[in-house]
Nanobody, 124 residues
Framework: QVQLVESGGGLVQAGGSLRLSCVAS????????MAWFRQAPGKEREFVAR????????YYADSVKGRFTISRDNAKNTVYLQMNALKREDTAVYYC?????????????????WGQGTQVTVSD
């Protein structure tokens, strides 16, 4: 069972930046596709970004494209989400997730392991 621990959330003004980190408990992390999701109060969990394990290809939700960057450091068992030009509507709990078998999906149901989440709040 892989454990994922997120950090880096906080309160930031609109236009500011944050970098989220997600550390995995096992080195098998390097063979998993990883993703970030977010969930705002009263809304469903939504896809934010994904990175494959082999080629490092990245995919983004339209709402964050050009502002957010997902990356990974397999030597550190860590995936990152660099968030720039933050907007109030980016406020949510952000979760990292691992896809063990490479389903290539953006649905939360396709991910096997989840972190506990980290709160990101963007103020005006």
């Amino acid at each position: 069972q892989v454990q994922l621990v997120e950090s880096g959330g906080g309160l930031v003004q609109a236009g500011g930046s944050l970098r989220l980190s997600c550390v995995a408990s096992e080195s098998t992390f390097s063979r998993y596709a990883m993703a970030w999701f977010r969930q705002a109060p009263g809304k469903e969990r939504e896809f934010v970004a994904r990175i494959t394990w082999s080629t490092g290809n990245t995919y983004y939700a339209d709402s964050v494209k050009g502002r957010f960057t997902i990356s990974r450091d397999n030597a550190k068992n860590t995936v990152y989400l660099q968030m720039n030009a933050l907007k109030r509507e980016d406020t949510a709990v952000y979760y990292c997730a691992a896809d063990r078998v490479g389903r290539g999906s953006f649905s939360p149901n396709a991910y096997d392991y989840w972190g506990q989440g980290t709160q990101v709040t963007v103020s005006d």
